[in-house]
């Protein structure tokens, strides 16, 4: 917050006039400092008009308010299952085994019919889909103790949980902005995974239609593709989806990957820029992502563009 004189014009007590201006100082040199206010719009102003300044923490984001449980409610629809069934407010998914999160029951809220019973069908559910029972619960959460109870453990126990992650869309783009390097390459964003976007995806590729079936599900998606402008090989990509089954602004981001050989440029950030402003052109404010709490790269990059941890969950499975 910076409160500036306005030169020639006078103030309600005849003094100076002067008003105040809140926003991300970008700049300060050559006598005149830059501000760039939340709506984008850039100032520059004369250091020696300054009367005062003081840091302001950025505001938290309303989204914040929302539970644990009514996010990961909002975040299915990025990321759907090809089969699913409500199980009171719990959701069983299933998806031929690709990926944890489409082939687990998203055990959030009341199942409706008691734990020990809500756990009967979920096996039933999961031999019959011929898959191991999965649960995703939230990490404090009641369920977790319930499940704990009945016998459950941590199916990945030699993983930190996932943490689930808020940020402005319109924050985390300036952010990018700001220090996202200038690149040759070229950037497209496509509403459909193709060969060379699947490439580097080993896991994608073995589960064929089944992982097409999750990644191009959403009602509204996108891959970014950032391609070497010598040879037009994919080195970086990400994907976003838009669309949480209850008309709320959100994106969701996901597959984030860099070229091990094009590391370290900055390229994580381009790719970050083009998933926000896709979102960001259909009109969306917030946008979620989902890391794990051992990933220092992708927490020290999220935590640049104002990503904050809104809770996380892990994965638990029947004790053998």
Do not use: C
């Amino acid at each position: 917050m910076v409160r500036r004189v306005l030169p020639g014009e006078t103030g309600p007590t005849g003094g100076p006039a002067m008003t105040d201006l809140l926003g991300v100082m970008e700049s300060w040199q050559s006598g005149t400092t830059t501000i760039r206010a939340e709506s984008g719009t850039v100032t520059a102003i004369r250091i020696g008009d300054i009367v005062s300044g003081k840091p302001v923490p950025p505001r938290p984001s309303v989204q914040h308010r929302v539970q644990p449980e009514d996010a990961e409610r909002r975040a299915v629809a990025g990321w759907p299952p090809l089969t699913s069934r409500p199980l009171g407010e719990w959701l069983l998914r299933a998806s031929a085994g690709y990926s944890s999160r489409a082939n687990s029951v998203l055990a959030v809220g009341d199942p409706g019919t008691g734990t020990a019973a809500a756990l009967d069908e979920v096996a039933s559910f999961y031999a019959a889909e011929s898959l191991p029972p999965l649960a995703q619960v939230v990490v404090g959460s009641d369920v977790l103790t319930d499940l704990e109870s009945a016998g459950w453990v941590p199916a990945r126990p030699h993983e930190a949980d996932t943490e689930f992650r808020l940020a402005s869309v319109a924050r985390a783009l300036r952010e990018v902005r700001r220090v996202a390097p200038a690149h040759l390459w070229s950037v497209e964003t496509v509403p459909t995974a193709g060969p060379d976007w699947l490439a580097d995806d080993d896991h994608a590729r073995a589960h064929g239609q089944a992982a097409l079936g999750v990644l191009e599900g959403p009602p509204d998606v996108g891959f970014t593709a950032v391609r070497s402008a010598t040879d037009g090989e994919v080195i970086a990509k990400g994907r976003v989806a838009s669309g949480d089954g209850a008309g709320v602004d959100w994106v969701g981001v996901t597959n984030v990957w860099v070229s091990p050989t094009h590391r370290r440029q900055g390229l994580a950030l381009t790719v970050m820029g083009a998933l926000l402003e896709w979102g960001a052109e259909r009109g969306a404010t917030t946008a979620y992502l989902q890391t794990r709490a051992d990933n220092p790269g992708a927490l020290a990059l999220y935590d640049r563009l104002g990503f904050a941890t809104h809770h996380t969950y892990r994965y638990l499975t029947v004790a053998r």
